[in-house]
């Protein structure tokens, strides 16, 4: 994937408007045709990083992550690109099946968050240096 985009936003003012968009737009490499793939998904912006999440069988997309975490996306129209990594467990699932919850569902007991991401794997996408 070519070296194009930008940086993430690191403070919640240079995000601005961008983390109430409803959705991100992922571009990631396919693993066996080198193809760029490309989905529509939910997300959460916290402590720096993107948060994507997957209930169920690993996707193409979270594959391709796997395979090379190289990945660009836009929200808002925005071009951004980072690096992916898939979590089960560990602080960074934590925070991002929180930010997730909460931005589409509203605050909740950490009982309730867990239940509902009790089959999900959740995805964070690092900054990239800005260029």
């Known amino acids: 994937m070519q070296d194009a985009g930008y940086g993430m936003p690191q403070s919640p003012a240079e995000l601005g408007g961008l983390s109430r968009e409803k959705f991100i737009y992922l571009s990631t490499t396919g693993r066996i045709t080198g193809k760029t793939h490309t989905v529509e998904l939910w ?7 993107v948060y ?3 209930e169920g069988e690993q996707t193409d997309w ?12 836009k929200i808002g129209g925005k071009p951004f690109s980072g690096k992916g990594r898939v979590f089960e467990k560990g602080p960074e699932f934590e925070d991002g099946k929180r930010a997730l919850y909460e931005k589409y569902y509203g605050k909740a007991p950490k009982e309730k968050v867990d239940d509902w991401f009790s089959l999900s794997k959740v995805i964070a996408l690092s900054p990239a240096s800005k260029e």
């Open 43 to 49: 997300f959460a912006w916290s402590n720096g990083k």
């Open 52 to 54: 994507l999440s997957h």
């Open 62 to 73: 979270m594959k391709n992550i796997q395979k090379n975490p190289d990945v660009k996306f």
